[in-house]
């Protein structure tokens, strides 16, 4: 019953900013962690972004000083704003997170449907 939905993708021209959110729903208990994740066509999915169980950040080399990742944990949202963005940040951007369903008290990882963001040169 848990779920998450990304939303807020679209088309920007690089060196313009874009922001997209995932909204977690459901029998929700616990959540250890949430990051973003990005696949382009032909590419493994890749790491973005991400809050460690301690609230610490982690960010991959190519977004750092760019990307920023944040979260709402009331209402159990994690968001991300892209500034800066370079064509090859175009991809499929998916939400991530170790959530424990209540409905069993078991921690489970769930995946977004993923968001498209296409950044035009």
């Known amino acids: 019953q848990v779920q998450l939905v990304e939303s807020g993708g679209g088309l920007v021209q690089a060196g313009g900013s874009l922001g997209v959110s995932c909204a977690a729903s459901?029998?929700?208990?616990?959540?250890?962690?949430m990051a973003w994740y990005r696949q382009a066509p032909g590419k493994s999915r890749e790491f973005v972004a991400g809050?460690?169980?301690?609230?610490?950040?982690n960010y991959a080399d190519s977004v750092k000083g760019r990307f920023a990742i944040s979260r709402d944990n009331a209402k159990n949202a994690l968001y991300l704003q892209m500034n800066s963005l370079k064509p090859e940040d175009t991809a499929v951007y998916y939400c991530y997170a170790v959530i424990q369903n209540l409905a069993d008290r078991i921690y489970r990882g769930y995946w977004g449907q993923g968001t498209q963001v296409s950044v035009s040169s």
């Open positions: 809050f460690n169980r301690d609230s610490s950040t």
């Open positions: 459901g029998s929700i208990g616990s959540i250890n962690s």
